[in-house]
């Protein structure tokens, strides 16, 4: 059965890598419903989040093939309820008295004024930004972007974190050993 | 403003030598012990070709005539001799040109290395002559690829790349050179590498999963081992052996496994899949347990992987770890490169004797060898039949390397082929590439010059490669050159009987004077169409120093039997 992964995947920061990363999807034929890619906050390691719907076999083979790909450090695979998940988007509408009551009760930063639109940044879960996309459109959206989802794991450390312990751990043993 | 969370350490520079872009090139494989590369110049290559001539006496450069068999030709040279393969080509078509033997060197887990030449770094992106986006295309075919577009950058990559295409489960690697980085100057230095922090190609053993395995072992009554090419790439022919004779269990083999156990062992049973042997694929059903070792469960050995060994456990050696759970679910999982872990496995089971269990597949041979082997090997019917082709070869050759194209030939050579040595068949497995035969059995040659190649091949596949004849010639390769003749696309044609009603669908060919292009190409020709001239055929072409053409004008309509119709269980697997 379809069900909801997001895929946090770690990499060295090389040209054309994110390309290696979504052939593994094109390849299977699996969409990808949302993707975001920045530096994380180890040196030089970039950290992709990716959103698809799938079954849970299927995605746990695609993170494998994912992870073999020579330039990517670690993929981990969570479920929804695994993780904090947040989106960002913006509006840009018509001014109207009906909006700003919406931006109150909706608690929208306002980014932008101008005589004829107004333009509205709100953080929050999908559904949130889809709900006010709704209530904003009977008074004009002209435009409207929304960044993909960025998540963060619960559990404490980054499981990267581990995975860099041994890569490191062994690295220092090759040289003591005089393999490198 | 600071755009980045990380700040930058210079690091010290030291006195070294200042080389070309092209001679680092040259000099880099040097220092990887390359001997042999296969190529094709062109104009984004010209400044590699330049530097590499002074280096003449150091390095043998094969010049192929077409690059797809300069790719070809290189993966002979690495699955005959365990090392990487090296081809530099040419950039936009000589690039492309590759891209078959790169796919096919992907799924049959070959080591190779390609260098391609790409246009000037400030033409990138212009659609400049020649310039086509290399990076992109051979994403999907290959393990590793990158572009360096400065000198200095050359060594690292090339270290880089050998590491990557040797180590773990092997494939190809491309670094594509700008011309302004063959032509620039930097200072030379080799490092070899042998650590990336991304890439960690040895999975850690694991010692549950050796405990798990060896108590499943221990307890099954039925086991069969599945001997993949994981053992030939990792050097574990002893460790299989060792393991096979402690345990008592029957082993068959996937195509490219052939030769990792000799074919006279005693506990061999034979070949898997759609036309292997009637024993692993009828009892597969009867299996408690399945040791696979090195192999991959590809569709041509599982049929419906949904009926694969339904009454067995499973145990997967394996160094990929993308490749447990992938089709069939392994209950344990041993990751690992099979030397490391085959031994582990063998040191702690019992000594066991599974003989009668082996007689099972003993009376399924002898079913098998009444009702296909002694009919397709024999002096039978009025015309020559690949069977028996291949059986006359094989006794007259022994131990040579047998290379086979892809279709009837490839099928009737694995089967009746006898091998006693690993490393000694080649053949394309995965991808399936007809035209590989010629140029993969040119590299096998020039591996191992101390060894016979018996090249097998069809009208049909000759025809795709057949130009290379010039290399034989240019570059005295002595391939023995079998070509089965039937006038056919045999395989198609076999299916166009058998599944499409004798629609035989653009699979004849009206062929050329095979004698006037072996004569053409200065190579030693003889024909043979009956059963009494063809010992004497296969003698005349042992020999004959050098190459050979052989050309055998074979039955018209032979099919290859047994066969496991696709898609279906093994077991449903046809003798007629």
Known sequence: MEKEFIITIFSENTVGLLSQITTVFTQRNINIESITASESALKGIYKHTIMVKNDPEKVANLVKQIEKKVDVLKAFCYSPSEVVLQELALYKVQRSRNVEELVRKHNVRILDIHDDYIVLEKTGHREEIVDLYHMLKPYGIYQFVCSGQIAIIKSKRELLDEYLSYVNEKHKRMIENNEI | MKSSFHTEVETPKKDLPRISGSEAVIRSFLAEGVETIFGYPGGAIIPVYNALYDYRDKINHILVRHEQCAIHAAQGYARATGRTGVCIVTSGPGATNTVTGLADALLDSTPIVLISGQVASSTLGTDAFQEINFIEITQSVTKWNCQVKRAEDIPAAIAKAFYIASTGRPGPVVIDITKDA????????????????????????????????????????????????????????????????????????????????????????????????????????????????????????????????????????????????????????????????????????????????????????????????????????????????????????????????????????????????????????????????????????????????????????????????????????????????????????????????????????????????????????????KHEDLADAVKEMHQTKGAFLLEVRVEREENVFPMVPAGAPVTDIRLE
Not at chain 2, 187 to 194: M, T
Not at chain 2, 195 to 224: G, H, T
């Open chain 2, 182 to 529: 063959q032509a620039g100057f930097a200072e030379f230095e080799y490092n070899p590498v042998k650590f990336i922090r991304s890439y960690q190609p040895y999975p850690e053993v694991d010692n549950d999963q050796i405990m798990e395995a060896v108590r499943l072992i221990n307890f099954a009554r039925k086991p069969m081992a599945l001997i993949g090419q994981g053992v030939i790439l990792g050097g574990a022919e002893q460790e299989l052996k060792e393991f096979l004779e402690k345990s008592g269990i029957p082993a068959a083999s996937t195509l490219l496994g052939l030769s990792a156990l000799p074919t006279d062992h005693p506990q061999y049973v034979g070949m898997l899949g759609m036309h292997g042997n009637y024993g692993p694929n009828i009892k597969n059903k009867d299996c408690d347990l399945l040791i696979a070792i090195g192999m991959r469960f590809d569709d041509r050995v599982t049929g419906d992987p949904s009926n694969f060994g339904i009454n067995a456990k499973v145990i997967h050696l394996e160094i990929d770890p993308a490749e447990v759970n992938k089709i069939i679910y392994a209950d344990v999982p041993v990751l690992g490169d099979v030397k490391q872990t085959l031994p582990l496995i063998t040191k702690h089971i019992s000594k066991k004797d599974h003989s009668e269990w082996l007689n099972e597949f003993r009376v399924c041979y002898n079913i098998e060898r009444e009702d296909i082997i002694e009919p397709a090997i024999a002096r039978r019917g009025p015309h020559l039949r690949m069977g028996e082709v291949v059986d006359a070869v094989s006794k007259e050759f022994d131990d040579a390397i047998l290379v086979t194209d892809v279709g009837q030939q490839q099928m009737f050579a694995s089967r009746y082929f006898r091998f006693k040595q690993s490393r000694s068949i080649i053949t394309s497995g995965g991808l399936g590439t007809m035209g590989f035969g010629l140029p993969a059995a040119i590299g096998a040659k020039i591996g191992t010059p101390e060894r016979e190649v018996c090249l097998f091949v069809g009208d049909g596949g000759l025809q795709m490669t057949l130009q290379e004849l010039g290399t034989i010639y240019q570059s005295e390769v002595g391939v023995k050159i079998i070509l089965m003749n039937n006038g056919f696309l045999g395989m198609v044609r076999q299916w166009q009987e058998l599944f499409y009603d004798k629609r035989y669908s653009f699979t004849e060919l009206t062929n050329p004077d095979f004698e006037f292009i072996a004569k053409g190409n200065h190579i030693p020709y003889r024909m043979v169409d």
